[in-house]
């Protein structure tokens, strides 16, 4: 049965669109014929899957990134078979030797093996799905056809077997998390559930505080040791409607933490490039923020022209734009004083209040150093790269977008933005 799979899925990855259908057909036709021969089925295509999961592993991808691909292409079914399968592949790698992201994507996905044997593993399947075989083994090919055309990226971190990377701590948010970024994972998670928008402008602006404190300390830490001096890169997924101006987001939030931003637009992910401290400050906050921006962009309502034709797109468009911009006035201010305040000896405490130290000379230093070498692996990562223009339409989504932006200031004391 193995030859059976793989002759049904291979017909299927080449065949031309014009011809998708009737190699969806013949191959799970072929699959699903006897219900006897089901297990042994089930057997060879988790062996099958096992073996292009690995292979994405070594073109650069990573789990999130598979689902994420799955998830903008094909359907739910699909979508739970694609985790489930990475599950599988999950099993041939001892934790060890899984980095810390890798992991914690792993955790986020709910990747886990629930069946017995893989002989059982399609029975289960379906009946977990309300699947019948021949529907089941048509989501199953057209899973692999998507998985069999992806291209080779550039690779964000060492494949499972590797060992993680210098620069990628080993604990992750379940075990042993740095105390200061759960302090600011739990700030963001309070401002975005608050309806009080005063309390959420002082909670974020304390994460951005620590946050700024947490990378100032960082450098200074790794100052002098070149082992922990190698920028490390993430992506994150930035799907439709207004992708747009979600990166100009996500990239104003990279730029204020040191990072650089890659978006590639096929894929639906950008690429961050930083160091890990920093990293980690970039995928919290640009999560935070998108939250409130979205929140504040449905609160403004629909729009429609005088004529009576809607315009809501055009003014979500210039409204998420108009944030965007704002938010990077506001973070690279806070960015440029936290840095003012710790060369002149002013440290912020993981509890909020500050204290006085004597300046150290190595800081200004130590953070050109960094910048240079995130602008260096970024060149090495992307030789080729252009740039791209998000168009404003709307006046009034501008002027609500960046006084939704001033609502969302980061204001305090150190390393904060007053008004």
Aim: charged share 25%; hydrophobic share 45%; proline share 5%.
């Amino acid at each position: 049965m193995d030859g059976a799979v793989e002759q049904a899925a291979y017909q299927v990855i080449a065949a031309p669109a014009e011809g998708l259908d009737l190699a969806l057909d013949t191959g799970a036709s072929l699959l699903a014929a006897s219900a006897e021969r089901w297990p042994e089925v089930s057997r060879a295509l988790v062996a099958f899957a096992e073996r292009a999961i690995a292979r994405s592993w070594t073109s650069g991808w990573r789990p999130a990134d598979l689902v994420r691909v799955v998830r903008r292409e094909l359907g739910p079914v699909q979508l739970a078979l694609a985790v489930d399968l990475i599950a599988a592949e999950g099993r041939r790698h001892p934790a060890a030797s899984l980095d810390r992201r890798w992991q914690e994507q792993l955790r986020e996905l709910a990747a886990e093996v629930w069946w017995q044997s893989d002989e059982e593993f399609l029975a289960g399947f379906a009946l977990r799905h309300r699947q019948d075989r021949f529907a089941l083994a048509t989501a199953a090919l057209e899973l692999l056809r998507v998985w069999g055309h992806l291209p080779p990226i550039t690779p964000v971190g060492p494949v499972p077997g590797a060992g993680p990377s210098v620069s990628q701590r080993p604990s992750g948010p379940v075990t042993g998390e740095p105390r200061m970024l759960s302090r600011i994972r739990a700030l963001l998670a309070k401002a975005e559930s608050t309806e009080y928008p005063e309390e959420a402008e002082a909670l974020t602006a304390k994460a951005q505080q620590l946050m700024a404190q947490h990378s100032i300390d960082d450098a200074l830490l790794a100052a002098g040791q070149p082992s922990k001096n190698a920028p490390a890169a993430l992506r994150l997924g930035v799907d439709n409607p207004y992708e747009g101006p979600k990166t100009m987001l996500l990239d104003a939030v990279a730029a204020a933490n040191r990072c650089r931003v890659v978006w590639a637009k096929e894929f639906g992910f950008c690429t961050i490039v930083g160091f890990d401290a920093d990293l980690d400050a970039v995928e919290l906050l640009y999560t935070s923020l998108l939250v409130q921006a979205t929140s504040a962009m449905h609160r403004a309502g629909s729009k429609q022209h005088l004529d009576g034709a809607s315009r809501t797109k055009s003014f979500r468009q210039s409204f998420l734009v108009a944030y965007a911009a704002r938010i990077r006035e506001r973070l690279t201010a806070a960015t440029e004083q936290a840095t003012s305040d710790a060369a002149a000896g002013r440290h912020l405490r993981e509890d909020g209040t500050a204290e006085q130290l004597v300046p150290d000379e190595r800081l200004l230093p130590a953070l050109a150093a960094r910048e240079e070498a995130v602008d260096r692996t970024v060149g090495q990562m992307f030789p080729k790269l252009t740039a791209q223009r998000v168009r404003v339409s709307d006046g009034e989504g501008w002027a609500a977008g960046r006084a939704a932006a001033d609502r969302a200031s980061l204001h305090g004391r150190a390393g904060a933005i007053t008004k």
